[in-house]
């Protein structure tokens, strides 16, 4: 009874460091999207670059980010993720250094936008393979998800008097601080398991079987239409006649609700079934969007807000769950992670030729159509892939046990 209790609580500070080495990693690793307008401010002010300048930087950041995901799915890199990890947060802190004290010439603006996207692909790649090779994996990407919003509030907060110091690219210092404070931490990817058995993907194996194809179908889709919408939330805001106090405020109470959401989420992981929350949350994402763009007044603005972040995270952490399930060694996850970035960046500009032509509510059906017109062709296909992928480690330990 003693051995059983103590196997428990070690396997729990085991979940915990993990949880908390990746909750680092994917904060730093979303760090360019979430705060890209405080970048793009950076180089028109500090370095006087030309908004199609300061917005290529923006592209270059993001598409390079999603491009190494894609390569990094394709191959088997030999370095642990510990120290896959460690080099992401070196590049980022030295890309962010060159940005600050570089000249403000366009290659230089644009090759250090690569390296940043390196550096958040080696983060992205670390933590998506340690997770996947847990074994609950949606518990961690649950926590993960929220821990991670954490780095990037952090950072925020950091911006202002980073500013107030050291100028307007004193945004990029906060960001290198931020990655040199956070270097220890993902020494837990240390405590990675190992001995999951992994059947559905061995290396050499294809990348993408059914299952995983129904799989970046529906994270596509709901990154495209998202994206599309949730780009242009602060405009509709603005379009009401809401403050711009009142829509940050807004976006902070969706952010902490979120959190909450992710730990409860992480709480209760063993507990709900994968498929209902996946049909849920994907739902509510979709829903989140259009009643954002079709809002009549602020309760609706807001309850559109708070429903979209909520949905957002948890769904995030579930499809990551998804993608361990059906491949313990990540790649599946690294890729289809790739993908949503790719989605993610080409979700603004459809949105943006939506609300030119046509109006905030044409964008808002849009979006919720892209978030949820995959799922009645792609779920099926996906939860009879993931019943297969979890009957089979049971089958292999009950043969063990036989033997």
Known sequence: ???????????????????????????????GSSIMPFQIDALMTGLHQSASLAGVFGFFEIFSFALFMLLLSRVFLALPVMYSALSG????????????????????????????????????????RAVSSSLNPERIYAIASGGGL???????????????????????????????????????????????????????????????IALLCVWVGCSLGSSMAWSFAERMGRNLGLSPDFIVSLSTVGIVTSVLA?????????????????LLTLLGTGAGCLLTCVAWDAL????????????????????????????????????CGGMDRMGY???????????????????????????????????????????????APTEHEAHLEMV
């Open 1 to 31: 009874m003693a051995r059983s209790e103590q196997a428990h609580s070690a396997q729990d500070r085991s979940v915990l460091v993990l949880a908390m080495g990746a909750s680092i990693c994917s904060g730093c690793a979303h760090l």
């Open 89 to 128: 947060m070196a590049l980022g802190i030295v890309a962010c250094l060159l940005l600050y004290i570089g000249p403000g010439v366009e290659v230089w603006i644009c090759s250090v936008a690569v390296l940043l996207g390196l550096s958040a692909a080696l983060l992205c790649r670390s933590y998506v």
């Open 150 to 212: 954490v780095i990037i509030v952090s950072v925020i907060a950091l911006v202002p008097v980073s500013t107030r110091y050291f100028g307007p690219l004193g945004v990029f210092l906060a960001v290198a601080c931020i990655m040199l404070l956070a270097m220890p931490s993902v020494l837990s990817f240390r405590h990675v398991h190992a001995c999951r058995p992994v059947t559905r993907q061995q290396k050499g194996g294809p990348l993408l079987t059914g299952g995983a």
């Open 262 to 278: 992710s730990l409860v989420g992480a709480a209760l992981a063993h507990r709900w079934r994968r498929e209902t929350v996946l």
């Open 300 to 335: 609706s603005y807001g309850a559109g807000v708070v429903l979209y972040w909520n949905c957002a995270m948890l769904s995030y952490a579930w499809l990551l769950g998804s993608a361990a399930t059906l491949d313990g060694s990540g790649r599946v996850g690294t890729f």
């Open 345 to 391: 960046a080409l979700g603004a500009p459809l949105g943006g030729l939506l609300v030119d032509h046509t109006s905030f509510t044409v964008l808002g059906i849009c979006g919720f159509l892209m978030c949820v017109a995959p799922l009645p062709f792609a779920l099926p296909v996906l939860f009879r892939a993931l019943h297969k992928s979890t009957m």
